[in-house]
């Protein structure tokens, strides 16, 4: 038997491809969880990961100090990385799986169109086509006009995406300032927790054991999901593997097939080629370039 020594590179494919499936299974448990607000569930879903984090910071020789410049940038991370969630999970609870799952990988395309305004980084003519691609794509999956009842949710999606992107900028630039991943993830999953306990407390809907046993094992899948895609990155840069991140948008879509009986429609899958396209396209011409 040969032993095969895996490269950084293969290992931070496996890691993103790891993060993807656990991201995909959180999109199923919330599902699952049944009609809870999407509100109560962003919130039990990030009282386990900040749970989560809470234990590794403690672990951690710095514990829980951070530097007082850097407060406001954690806000606004936290502040978008909440409309982020709660649009994401509207669009799970009001979509096929797929449909939320490739709006929110919309992601990395607002993060370079907010690195160009928030960052000052530049964005060339081939990222910035590749943006305007990706949106029109998105309309595909939205399909604005032709169905209220869908066209809503695929815009809450939508704005769920774009929220994570600015959410994923600021944390480009707290990590740029010497910032823990680590206290970011603990920072902005007790926010979003504080944020949003009012409309738990004064607007909560009974859960059965069951629901909340589901609404557990999303915090656990998203934990998971966090530090592999951490680790990935950590393993290889962006260019080389951020492509991988969309196999989510495979695995949403088996998941919805084999337990919710889903179905993509054409336009749909459209829209996915077109995406994932930009995706490819943005991420080979960086290889190239480099």
Partial sequence: MF??????????IAMIISAAFFFAGMGVFVRLAGDVPSIQKSFFRNAV??????????RSDEKFKTKKENIKFLVLRSVCG?????????????????????LNKLSPFFATFFSFLILKERVSFAQGAAIVAAFLGSLLVIKP???????????????????????????????????RKAFIVFFFSLFSCAVTLPWVIFDYHPMSGYQLAMLICAGFC????????????????????????????????????????????????????????????????QRRQS
Avoid: W
């Avoid at 032993?3 to 931070?12: P, Q, R, S």
């Avoid at 950590?234 to 919710?260: C, H, M, N, R, W």
């Fill in 145 to 179: 006009g032709l169905d209220i009842g869908s066209f809503f949710p695929g815009l809450v999606g939508f704005l769920g995406g774009m929220g994570a992107g600015m959410a994923y900028t600021f944390v480009r630039l707290l990590t740029s300032r010497g910032e």
């Fill in 222 to 285: 998203a934990c998971g999901g966090q530090f592999s895609i951490t680790n990935a990155y950590s393993y290889a840069p962006a260019k080389e593997i951020s492509v991988f991140d969309y196999t989510q948008v495979i695995f949403s879509a088996i998941f919805g097939f084999f337990l919710f009986d889903q179905r993509a429609d054409l336009l749909s899958v459209l829209g996915y080629v077109v995406i994932i396209g930009a995706a490819v396209f943005t991420a080979v011409r």
């Fill in 3 to 12: 032993l095969i020594k895996a490269t950084n590179k293969t290992k931070g």
């Fill in 49 to 58: 990961a900040s749970v989560f984090a809470f234990f590794v910071l403690l």
């Fill in 82 to 102: 909440t409309v982020g969630i709660l649009g994401n999970f509207y669009a799970i609870d009001h979509m096929a799986l797929s449909d939320a799952s490739m």
